[in-house]
C-alpha cells in the first residue's frame, strides 16, 4: 500500500525555520520524483517545488526561492523540505506528493502528474 505522511508542521514565529519530512512506503522512493505542495485557505493549492528522483535537480518555485531546500533520502525513504526565513504567508497545509516521471522545469507545478498525494502538515507562521 503506497502511502506519503508528511510531519513536522506547526506554530512558529516570522522568521523561524521549519524542516518538513514526507516519509513514503509501499513503493521505491528511488524511482520516484517529490513535489511539495501548499494550500491556503481559500487559494489554489500551489507548487513550492520539486526534486528529481536521484536528488540531484530541484525546482523552486518563486514564492519560496532563496528560502527553501529539498532533499531526499532513498535510503531511508524519506524527503525533506526545509524552509527559514518564514513569512506569515508562507501559512498552509503543506503537501508531499510522488510521481514517477521525471519533472521538466515547466512542468514540475502541474499537480495532475503526480501520481500519489499525502494527507499533509499544517504550518502556521505568526507575525
Known amino acids: 500500500q503506497v502511502q506519503l505522511v508528511e510531519s513536522g508542521g506547526g506554530l512558529v514565529q516570522a522568521g523561524d525555520s521549519l524542516r518538513l519530512s514526507c516519509a513514503t512506503s509501499g513503493f521505491n522512493l528511488g524511482f520516484y520524483a517529490i513535489g511539495w505542495f501548499r494550500q491556503a485557505p481559500g487559494k489554489e493549492r500551489e507548487g513550492v517545488g520539486c526534486i528529481h528522483s536521484n536528488g540531484k535537480t530541484t525546482y523552486y518555485g518563486d514564492s519560496v526561492k532563496g528560502r527553501a531546500t529539498m532533499s531526499k533520502d532513498n535510503t531511508e525513504n524519506t524527503a525533506y523540505l526545509q524552509m527559514n526565513a518564514l513569512k506569515p504567508e508562507d501559512t498552509a497545509v503543506y503537501y508531499c506528493?510522488?510521481?514517477?516521471?521525471?519533472?521538466?522545469?515547466?512542468?514540475?507545478?502541474?499537480?495532475?502528474?503526480?501520481?500519489?498525494w499525502g494527507q499533509g502538515t499544517q504550518v502556521t507562521v505568526s507575525s
Open positions: 506528493a510522488a510521481r514517477l516521471r521525471e519533472p521538466y522545469r515547466a512542468t514540475w507545478h502541474i499537480k495532475t502528474e503526480y501520481d500519489y
